[in-house]
């Protein structure tokens, strides 16, 4: 339309000219092509019909030139092409498009390859120009180009696609250097290259040195110079043009040049604290990567250790700086660093304290964190006392100037000191530590250190709390919490598969590794974990080989109070599972007297007394508790062992006072749902709760749970019944159960005196945890073992 303005966004010789030269080529219009960099135009310019404007930026004199070609050509329709945007200037002065197109829609489709191609006589499929549009994105320059090259060559092969992107990214960087468009924006181009995939918050830095180079990030993207993946919030250019682009950083010297640009980015990252985005930068280059690694060792606990560690090692060959060694003495220890796994092999502990003993003493921040360190090898020994005292000595220093790293190493200090008071049995000293290291590096924008210090506080209770608010409160915070550390991501999975009583999650759990060196309380308390979950599973014998390997593997160190407490937890736990009664009640009695409000004893004697088929014994445990448990899970749990108890003595009285006890806990445990109380004395218990709640006056929660506890009964009979251990004999009798009507009816179906029969049947009833032919029968069938 005479008179309009058109706004086509796209990148330099993106083919819009071409588009407008084809689109007058039959009409007798008149066509002149300008560019904004020509400030003034002169009066005998020819007279245009269309005009076609490159605006080559968003600045003054980029406006001022605009308004000149519309004051020259005002009848004119005026086309311009931008790979920013519209300056702004052009609005104040009243001058808008009235039509806005994307570059992209200049870009190059596979019909329009093929039409060129077959200008040029090359013969293409369609396949090879798909083919050639993912490798080179749909821009008209890259595409003609490497078609050109291909139709010279006779074939579309690597060495044309090589040689057509090298022609064109050489294009560019005359352009650049001849001021067609801001150098910044090549500038970027050359970062973004040389650094290779990225996250996309990492590219808007790269673009960010400039409004105009951000909105020419947006034309670029349009254009197709990039590929991403979503999944892995990766972004790269493609791969044919990236390595045109270090070709042309290579053949004109710029690649120190480059990398100094790259380190300073990474630099101003780091100082703003985005640890992540800052390494990100730096971590397929060495040389730049290299310097951070010198400046910034303080940050590199962001980084994933799998990263940081061959980092480290490699530069540490290359530089002898101390603070290089501390640094992967820190990667190979500290699992304060993101992604340590908790496991600290031998060889990473000789490696550690070889690097420290090459430091020496050095003064601040890097002599601070080399003896940390030399503390958490104390820890990792088992003399968690000494590494206590050399932590809190450190934790009460000030001897560290105020500075970037300051921060993080004073938060370091106090999370190392409740670690070791964790390992120590100081769980009042441990949540004082930990707490005042995440409210520092909180404050001080460490935000995943932050959290791993409060994650480590699920294990630690205030001093003076009674054991059952504390156990409670432990238990509260493992189930259901958002882990961050890998080890603790493995303990919390087990806790909530315990408590909903998953046997799916519960194998996974245990299918995992359980290696888990610090903090070592972490690792008793896994263990106690998995040690529950084999007894639901109904593998006991298994736990109690594992604990047999945890105690050798830690012989030589000497367990803290609590570690003590918790392995002898386990070994009761593993051997009450086991049927053998006697021993658990010699491992409980283990438990000092001065760390019984570490757990809670007196249920675990009452439940390995009802086990042990001593009722009366169970009750009598429970009713001397020196803390009464009176909510929560503990709650639920005595409710239950009670119940159980007073069932199984089987007086009027007793089952009455048993149902009260049941109905107790049902309504308690239809808020909060812990399955695990319900399941941990065995199948057969299971089956009497189940049944005995049939017979209550619940409300519609309380019925819903007792469906719940159904449900996972079925759940957790299916998947023991491959551990059940049923002989082929025992089989063959549990089928005959199905259609005889008798023991004797049994025995002449299968050619057996009735004795044996009756052998046979009670060995049945003890695997399948049920005390009645009917309900043989029945959960015979609900886990398949019978149709």
Same mark, same amino acid.
């Given at each position: 339309m005479p008179g309009a303005t058109v706004l086509v966004t796209a990148q330099h010789k993106s083919g819009v000219a071409s588009s407008v030269r084809e689109w007058l080529a039959d009409t007798e219009q008149r066509l002149v092509v300008w560019s904004s960099n020509r400030l003034e135009v002169p009066e005998n310019a020819p007279e245009a019909d269309v005009v076609l404007l490159e605006i080559e930026g968003m600045r003054t004199d980029h406006a001022t030139a605009t308004l000149a070609v519309r004051r020259r050509w005002p009848n004119a329709t005026l086309i311009a092409v931008s790979s920013t945007q519209w300056p702004p200037e052009l609005l104040d002065a009243g001058l808008r498009p009235e039509r806005v197109f994307s570059g992209a829609m200049f870009g190059f489709t596979a019909d329009e390859v093929l039409d060129r191609a077959d200008q040029l006589g090359l013969s293409l499929s369609w396949d090879e120009a798909t083919a050639l549009l993912d490798r080179v994105g749909t821009h008209a320059g890259f595409v003609d180009a490497v078609l050109r090259a291909a139709a010279a060559r006779g074939s579309l092969d690597d060495e044309a696609v090589r040689a057509g992107c090298h022609e064109q990214a050489a294009h560019f960087a005359g352009s650049a250097a001849a001021g067609v468009f801001r150098p910044n924006g090549w500038h970027a181009v050359l970062v973004t290259a040389r650094i290779g995939p990225m996250p996309r918050r990492t590219l808007l830095a790269v673009w960010g040195r400039d409004e105009v180079v951000r909105a020419a990030l947006d034309n670029i993207m349009q254009s197709g110079f990039f590929i991403e993946d979503v999944e892995r919030d990766r972004i790269e250019l493609r791969p044919a043009i990236r390595a045109a682009v270090v070709e042309r950083i290579t053949r004109e010297a710029r690649l120190d040049d480059v990398d100094e640009a790259i380190a300073d980015l990474a630099a101003k990252l780091l100082d703003a604290g985005h640890a992540g985005d800052g390494w990100a930068v730096v971590a397929e280059l060495p040389g730049p990567r290299d310097r951070m690694l010198t400046r910034y060792w303080w940050q590199l606990g962001e980084v994933d250790v799998s990263l940081a560690r061959p980092w480290l090692e490699q530069a540490v060959q290359r530089d002898p700086a101390p603070a290089l060694r501390v640094a992967l003495a820190r990667a190979l220890v500290s699992v304060t660093s993101a992604g340590h796994s908790g496991c600290v092999p031998t060889a990473d502990r000789h490696a550690a304290r070889e690097l420290l003993d090459e430091v020496g003493e050095q003064p601040g921040g890097v002599g601070i964190v080399a003896a940390l360190l030399r503390g958490v090898l104390l820890r990792l020994e088992g003399r968690a006392r000494e590494a206590l005292e050399l932590h809190e000595e450190l934790a009460n220093t000030s001897d560290i100037a105020d500075g970037p790293a300051a921060s993080i190493i004073r938060a370091n200090m106090l999370l190392q000191a409740g670690l070791s008071a964790l390992d120590a049995s100081r769980s009042d000293v441990s949540a004082a530590r930990l707490s005042a290291a995440a409210s520092l590096a909180h404050a001080a924008g460490h935000e995943r250190f932050a959290r791993f210090a409060h994650e480590l506080m699920l294990f630690t209770a205030p001093e &003076?709390? %009674?054991?059952?608010? &504390?156990? +409670?409160?432990? =238990?509260? #915070? =493992?189930? &259901?919490?958002?882990? /961050?550390? $890998? %080890?603790?991501?493995?303990?919390?999975?087990?806790? #909530?598969? =315990?408590?909903?009583?998953? %046997?799916?999650?519960?194998?996974?759990?245990?299918?995992?590794p359980d290696s888990i060196d610090d903090p070592r309380v972490m690792a008793h308390v896994s263990l106690a974990l998995r040690t529950i979950a084999h007894g639901l599973l109904g593998t006991s014998e298994l736990a109690l080989r594992s604990i047999d390997l945890f105690e050798q593997e830690n012989g030589a160190a000497a367990p803290a109070l609590n570690q003590r407490v918790i392995l002898a937890w386990a070994r009761a736990e593993a051997l009450a599972g086991d049927g053998r009664y006697e021993a658990a009640f010699e491992?409980?009695?283990?438990?000092?007297?001065?760390?019984?409000?570490?757990?809670?004893?007196?249920?675990?004697?009452? $439940?390995?007394?009802?086990?042990?088929? *001593?009722? *009366?014994?169970?009750i009598a445990s429970l009713a001397s508790a020196a803390e009464p448990h009176g909510s929560g899970v503990l709650a639920v749990w005595s409710h239950i062992v009670l119940f159980l108890a007073y069932h199984a003595i089987g007086s009027e009285s007793s089952l009455d006072v048993g149902r009260q006890h049941l109905q107790v806990a049902i309504v308690?445990? @239809? !808020?909060? $749902?812990? =399955? /695990?109380?319900?399941?941990? +004395? &065995?199948?057969?218990?299971? #089956?009497?709760?189940?049944? *005995?709640?049939?017979?209550? @006056?619940l409300d519609p929660a309380g019925s819903r749970f007792v469906r719940e506890l159904a449900h996972m009964r079925d759940e957790l009979q299916r998947a023991t019944s491959?551990?059940?251990?049923?002989?082929? !004999?025992?089989?063959?009798?549990?089928?005959?159960?199905?259609?005889?009507?008798?023991?004797?009816?049994?025995?002449? !179906?299968?050619?057996?005196?009735? #004795?044996?029969?009756?052998? +046979?049947? $009670?060995?049945?009833y003890r695997k399948l945890g049920v005390s009645s032919w009917a309900d043989a029968v029945a959960t015979a069938r609900r886990v398949g073992l019978v149709e």
């Open positions: &003076g709390v %009674p054991m059952t608010s &504390g156990f +409670q409160a432990r =238990l509260d #915070n =493992l189930v &259901g919490a958002q882990a /961050l550390s $890998r %080890p603790m991501r493995d303990v919390v999975a087990l806790a #909530n598969a =315990l408590y909903a009583v998953d %046997p799916t999650a519960m194998r996974d759990a245990l299918a995992g491992a409980i009695s283990r438990i000092p007297e001065a760390a019984a409000r570490l757990v809670p004893v007196d249920l675990l004697r009452a $439940r390995t007394h009802l086990r042990g088929g *001593e009722p *009366e014994r169970a308690a445990a @239809a !808020r909060s $749902r812990p =399955l /695990l109380p319900f399941a941990a +004395q &065995g199948m057969g218990a299971l #089956n009497t709760t189940i049944a *005995e709640a049939g017979g209550l @006056a491959s551990t059940l251990a049923l002989s082929d !004999r025992e089989r063959t009798v549990l089928r005959a159960l199905v259609v005889a009507d008798s023991t004797r009816d049994v025995a002449a !179906r299968l050619h057996v005196s009735p #004795n044996t029969i009756k052998t +046979q049947l $009670r060995s049945i």
